[in-house]
């Protein structure tokens, strides 16, 4: 086969567009979207509810490769935005529905878009910015705000074209942009992520077990790639999705039933919410077959046996594609999983040098295939060069593996603690807090030693109603971590300071340091030594 077919082929295989008529012709009248409204979108009605949309957009000026902001929720209109933009082969740029402020401008001016779909509900929020190049803005659900310089429409102008949507200029490849996904930016401005359509359909190969019948809850955002991976998994292989806007623990079954999703990703704080609801009799009574678990939570088997729900877990982050991923209930206490086919990963100390087994150190992954993984930062050459450096991508993300491949993330290198010679994960500590019956979140960051080094703190949001006593969990984690581990400070917050994003921010935390509120454990005459501990009990308490 000559290089020009195998590109064909390979944009028959990943590239948006031609999904989407492939899918049309052959099972036009297959499910391909339900929305928590209850509409229903075949194959069919998908093809000409996007092809609408592009016709619309180009009479708006869009044109291959141009990019285009949309902030929108999740829904119907967000759905159909995306797969319009990439039809005519323009870039998708959303934006996350919580942004406001410098983050907002930040976004807005990094994408150089010069057109805006909104959600009305938000775009007031632009008065209160820097607008940089938006000409217009087109706004769902309501009209649109006065801004100085820039042109508003309401949502028919999304279906006001009358004719066919033109072929882009050139055919759109699998090398070709698809978006720009903004990292949540916990560390300084958000960096914006081009991601082509050959890193999109390598990301959702991550987990092979999807089959037609399938159907994805999505309740991941579709400006984070959480939610633009499930769909873009199920569109690939024919199958089909529920999009919901939000996690709710409350009517989480009853959505799984009422959807008959069969496969969904759950992140982070969901499995505790899950796992802490009082047991009921149908706990196995719904279609929900198998999930994506991030990070494998130590509950993983206990969710397994109690739901009947198959278990994978993989590393993934917005720059790269699932290198990382586990067998099906995978039974190695906090794995990520092994490298799959088609990847390389390396745990390195600052200049790139392996580290032996076992060792904490930078992970850095490489892909054999191109552009299987992210082709940089939009607008930003320095920190693609730094990430990029030596052939690899920097995760930034330190870790370890074992003798038998197995990966284990230890924590942001940016988030590890070193107490009196002892280097500390914040991920494992925070994992051990989270188990405590009475929190729902956690946070774990160093703070200034009078020794010098860090001491450890710990930031909880109790669960709702209950009594929360400091000394109890002291208790509780001196049962389960090293004494060097368990934290000295335990401050309570009814939430914890989060980007749009739901990432912790640390480095709020961190600068807040200890508060008039924080309860230091040694204050209260609670020492902890290196003897062993009697199970139930604390002997090593002073």
């Given at each position: 086969m000559d290089v020009d077919s195998v590109a064909r082929v390979a944009a028959e295989k990943y590239v948006l567009r031609n999904l989407i008529d492939r899918h049309?012709?052959?099972?036009g009248d297959k499910e391909f979207v339900l929305f928590s409204n209850g509409e229903v979108w075949d194959y069919t009605r998908l093809r000409h509810n996007v092809r609408r949309v592009a016709a619309s957009l180009q009479a708006l000026g869009v044109r291959q490769d141009d990019f285009v902001l949309s902030w929108l929720p999740n829904g119907p209109h967000a759905l159909v935005v995306w797969f319009a933009l990439n039809y005519i082969g323009a870039v998708y740029v959303p934006v996350n529905i919580s942004y406001r402020g410098r983050l907002l401008a930040?976004?807005?001016r990094n994408s150089g878009a010069r057109?805006?779909?909104?959600d009305a509900r938000l775009a007031d929020r632009l008065a209160e910015v820097e607008t940089a190049g938006l000409d217009t803005i087109v706004t769902v659900s309501g009209p649109p705000p006065v801004l100085a310089g820039v042109r508003g429409l309401t949502e028919e102008a999304l279906s006001a074209a009358s004719d066919q949507p033109a072929d882009p200029a050139r055919d759109v490849m699998p090398w070709d942009t698809h978006a720009v996904i903004y990292t949540s930016g916990t560390t300084g401005p958000s960096k914006g992520v081009l991601s082509s359509y050959r890193h999109l359909g390598a990301t959702t190969e991550g987990l092979d077990t999807i089959v037609e019948s399938d159907r994805a809850l999505v309740n991941l955002p579709l400006f984070h790639v959480g939610g633009t991976n499930a769909i873009y998994r199920m569109l690939m292989r024919g199958a089909s999705i529920a999009l919901v806007e939000s996690f709710d623990t409350a009517t989480f079954w009853d959505t799984i039933r009422a959807t008959r999703s069969t496969?969904?990703?759950l992140l982070g704080a969901m499995i505790p919410f899950l796992m802490k609801a009082p047991p009921s009799p149908r706990d196995r009574d719904h279609s929900l077959r198998q999930a994506i678990m991030v990070p494998l939570s130590e509950d993983a088997p206990a969710f397994t046996e109690r739901f009947d729900v198959d278990i994978y877990t993989v590393f993934n982050m917005t720059e790269i594609c699932c290198p990382i991923v586990s067998e099906r209930n995978p039974d190695v206490p906090k794995t990520c999983g092994r490298v799959r086919a088609g990847f390389a990963a390396r745990v390195v100390d600052g200049n790139d040098m392996e580290v032996p087994i076992g060792t904490v150190g930078e992970l850095m992954v490489r892909a054999d295939e191109p552009w299987t993984m992210n082709h940089g930062y939009h607008g930003n050459p320095e920190a693609t060069a730094r990430a990029w450096r030596n052939g690899w991508f920097h995760t930034?993300?330190?870790?370890?593996?074992?003798?038998?491949?197995?990966?284990?993330?230890?924590?942001?290198?940016?988030?590890?603690?070193?107490?009196r010679g002892e280097n500390i994960s914040s991920f494992e500590v925070e994992a051990e807090i989270g188990a405590h019956p009475k929190v729902r979140e956690a946070a774990v960051v160093g703070v200034p030693?009078?020794?010098?080094?860090?001491?450890?703190?710990?930031i909880v949001a109790p669960m709702p109603?209950?009594?929360f006593d400091p000394v109890e969990l002291i208790s509780f984690l001196s049962l389960r971590l090293p004494h060097f581990m368990v934290p000295r400070y335990v401050r309570l917050l009814p939430d914890l300071p989060k980007t749009p994003t739901q990432k912790v921010e640390k480095h709020v935390l961190r600068s807040e340091g200890i508060t008039d509120d924080t309860w230091d454990r040694e204050m209260a005459g609670i020492r902890l030594k290196r003897e062993k501990l009697d199970a139930g009990q604390l002997k090593a308490m002073e």
């Amino acid at each position: 086969m000559d290089v020009d077919s195998v590109a064909r082929v390979a944009a028959e295989k990943y590239v948006l567009r031609n999904l989407i008529d492939r899918h049309a012709a052959e099972r036009g009248d297959k499910e391909f979207v339900l929305f928590s409204n209850g509409e229903v979108w075949d194959y069919t009605r998908l093809r000409h509810n996007v092809r609408r949309v592009a016709a619309s957009l180009q009479a708006l000026g869009v044109r291959q490769d141009d990019f285009v902001l949309s902030w929108l929720p999740n829904g119907p209109h967000a759905l159909v935005v995306w797969f319009a933009l990439n039809y005519i082969g323009a870039v998708y740029v959303p934006v996350n529905i919580s942004y406001r402020g410098r983050l907002l401008a930040h976004v807005i001016r990094n994408s150089g878009a010069r057109l805006m779909i909104a959600d009305a509900r938000l775009a007031d929020r632009l008065a209160e910015v820097e607008t940089a190049g938006l000409d217009t803005i087109v706004t769902v659900s309501g009209p649109p705000p006065v801004l100085a310089g820039v042109r508003g429409l309401t949502e028919e102008a999304l279906s006001a074209a009358s004719d066919q949507p033109a072929d882009p200029a050139r055919d759109v490849m699998p090398w070709d942009t698809h978006a720009v996904i903004y990292t949540s930016g916990t560390t300084g401005p958000s960096k914006g992520v081009l991601s082509s359509y050959r890193h999109l359909g390598a990301t959702t190969e991550g987990l092979d077990t999807i089959v037609e019948s399938d159907r994805a809850l999505v309740n991941l955002p579709l400006f984070h790639v959480g939610g633009t991976n499930a769909i873009y998994r199920m569109l690939m292989r024919g199958a089909s999705i529920a999009l919901v806007e939000s996690f709710d623990t409350a009517t989480f079954w009853d959505t799984i039933r009422a959807t008959r999703s069969t496969s969904m990703t759950l992140l982070g704080a969901m499995i505790p919410f899950l796992m802490k609801a009082p047991p009921s009799p149908r706990d196995r009574d719904h279609s929900l077959r198998q999930a994506i678990m991030v990070p494998l939570s130590e509950d993983a088997p206990a969710f397994t046996e109690r739901f009947d729900v198959d278990i994978y877990t993989v590393f993934n982050m917005t720059e790269i594609c699932c290198p990382i991923v586990s067998e099906r209930n995978p039974d190695v206490p906090k794995t990520c999983g092994r490298v799959r086919a088609g990847f390389a990963a390396r745990v390195v100390d600052g200049n790139d040098m392996e580290v032996p087994i076992g060792t904490v150190g930078e992970l850095m992954v490489r892909a054999d295939e191109p552009w299987t993984m992210n082709h940089g930062y939009h607008g930003n050459p320095e920190a693609t060069a730094r990430a990029w450096r030596n052939g690899w991508f920097h995760t930034g993300d330190a870790f370890r593996r074992d003798a038998a491949g197995n990966f284990f993330f230890v924590d942001r290198m940016k988030d590890a603690i070193r107490r009196r010679g002892e280097n500390i994960s914040s991920f494992e500590v925070e994992a051990e807090i989270g188990a405590h019956p009475k929190v729902r979140e956690a946070a774990v960051v160093g703070v200034p030693s009078e020794f010098g080094e860090d001491e450890v703190m710990a930031i909880v949001a109790p669960m709702p109603g209950v009594e929360f006593d400091p000394v109890e969990l002291i208790s509780f984690l001196s049962l389960r971590l090293p004494h060097f581990m368990v934290p000295r400070y335990v401050r309570l917050l009814p939430d914890l300071p989060k980007t749009p994003t739901q990432k912790v921010e640390k480095h709020v935390l961190r600068s807040e340091g200890i508060t008039d509120d924080t309860w230091d454990r040694e204050m209260a005459g609670i020492r902890l030594k290196r003897e062993k501990l009697d199970a139930g009990q604390l002997k090593a308490m002073e």
